[in-house]
């Protein structure tokens, strides 16, 4: 079963930059789709980003051209990039994989999820 583990959440002013990382243990990493998603309280979870096997990212609309997504297989580890951040943006971001090499958005693609780590950005 997977292990994941995300790093790099914190707080950062408006306009700001950060990375949060995501590391896998007990996982055949390089195979499928992984996926990033956010949450803030009294909210549903909303996919951010995905990038498939194959390196194909995906994008919600709200961080397009703001966000980036990549993965390191030879680590195990994906990754956010996250520029132009605005209060909006803040909530817990939780990293996830698929059983499938490709995906979309959805909860429904995942299977396996991270802790989470939490993003503010201020105003």
């Known amino acids: 079963q997977a292990q994941l583990t995300e790093s790099g959440g914190g707080s950062v002013d408006a306009g700001g930059s950060l990375r949060v990382s995501c590391d896998y243990s007990?996982?055949?990493?390089?195979?499928?789709?992984l996926g990033w998603f956010r949450q803030v309280p009294g909210k549903e979870r909303e996919g951010v980003a995905t990038?498939?096997?194959?390196?194909?990212?995906r994008y919600a609309d709200s961080v397009k051209a703001r966000f980036t997504i990549s993965r390191d297989n030879a680590k195990s580890t994906q990754y956010l990039e996250m520029n132009s951040l605005k209060p909006e943006d803040t909530a817990m971001y939780y990293c996830?994989?698929?059983?499938?090499?490709?995906?979309?958005?959805?909860?429904?693609?995942?299977?396996?999820w991270g802790q989470g780590t939490q993003v503010t950005v201020s105003s």
């Open positions: 990038i498939d096997s194959d390196g194909t990212a």
């Open positions: 996830a994989t698929s059983k499938f090499g490709y995906c979309r958005l959805g909860e429904e693609y995942f299977h396996y």
């Open positions: 007990g996982w055949s990493f390089s195979r499928y789709c």
